[in-house]
């Protein structure tokens, strides 16, 4: 009994040396590297294996992967490790998380990342061109992996449809994906809001007043509005509302047939030729 106390006694001040030592180095260890570091001679191996052991079945440090030992549970500490990291930069590309991992984590990243994926934690992001294997928080934006090939499919069609003509195709297009039929073409008056953003498009100075020409607001917005009779409407609408004020011809007998074919008629045998935001 007295030998087994004084055992204990001799092997309590090396339990607390392997304690300092995990907790300075912040990493998991083998009791190899652990034996160089406290310079623990060969024939004092046997008193570290015990202390080892001692504080394995006490809960106090706790087997990696690889024969390390560290203070925290692997698995544990590993899942806290990567949603530290990703919250850090996310998405991370697998092979750079990977590398930022402590190195007995990195062969086993799979096993670490399957519950976080299965949890809805972590969400994978799949490799394409330009883009390799990820994870991330967020799940994948389709339209980053969309975005550079659809570029190339519509640049010819800009100059026939414009930008905003395009847009709408796309809208309609993804009625078809999911609903399975397309729409036809809307016969709706135009949003106003979009229909203002051409006004001001036209010129930049019609916030401070300026006043457009509403042939060229007109041809601006054809892409968006190409039915004449669509956009006069939604034009008298706005200035019904008060959110555009608009200008007469004062000479509408100078006006060419095709001139008022350009204009809105104002309902009092003159034409609207101009519009301006009302200040």
């Not at 390390?68 to 998405?91: G, N, Q, W, Y």
């Not at 092979?95 to 519950?115: E, F, H, M, N, S």
């Not at 930008?163 to 609903?179: H, Q, S, Y």
């Not at 007043?209 to 054809?222: C, Y």
Request: with cysteine; aromatic share 6%.
């Amino acid at each position: 009994m007295d030998t087994e106390r004084e055992s204990t006694q001799e092997e309590r001040p090396l339990t607390e040396a392997v304690l300092d030592l995990l907790g300075r180095s912040g990493q998991a260890l083998s009791i190899r590297e652990l034996a160089r570091a406290l310079k623990v001679q060969k024939k004092r191996r046997p008193e570290l294996d015990r202390a080892v052991s001692s504080l394995l079945a006490e809960g106090r440090i706790h087997p990696w992967p690889g024969n390390l030992l560290a203070l925290t549970v692997f698995l544990d500490s590993m899942t806290e490790e990567v949603l530290s990291l990703l919250r850090a930069k996310s998405p991370l590309p697998r092979l750079t998380l990977r590398a930022k991992l402590p190195r007995p984590a990195r062969p086993v990243l799979d096993a670490i990342l399957a519950p976080l994926v299965a949890s809805g934690k972590v969400f994978e992001h799949p490799k394409a061109k330009g883009r390799p294997l990820a994870v991330g928080l967020a799940p994948p934006d389709p339209l980053d992996y969309l975005e550079p090939a659809l570029r190339r499919v519509v640049a010819p069609f800009l100059e026939l449809f414009g930008k905003e003509g395009v847009a709408e195709a796309f809208v309609r297009f993804g009625a078809i994906l999911t609903a399975g039929t397309p729409p036809g073409p809307s016969h709706e008056k135009p949003v106003p809001d979009r229909l203002i953003r051409f006004l001001t498009e036209v010129n930049p100075q019609v916030s401070g007043g300026a006043l457009v020409f509403i042939r060229d607001w007109r041809e601006a917005a054809r892409p968006l509005c190409p039915d004449k009779k669509a956009f006069d409407e939604a034009v008298l609408a706005l200035a019904e509302e008060g959110t555009i004020q608009l200008q007469s011809h004062d000479r509408p007998s100078d006006l060419t047939d095709e001139e008022r074919e350009g204009l809105i008629p104002n309902g009092r045998g003159s034409y609207f030729i101009a519009a301006g935001l009302r200040m």
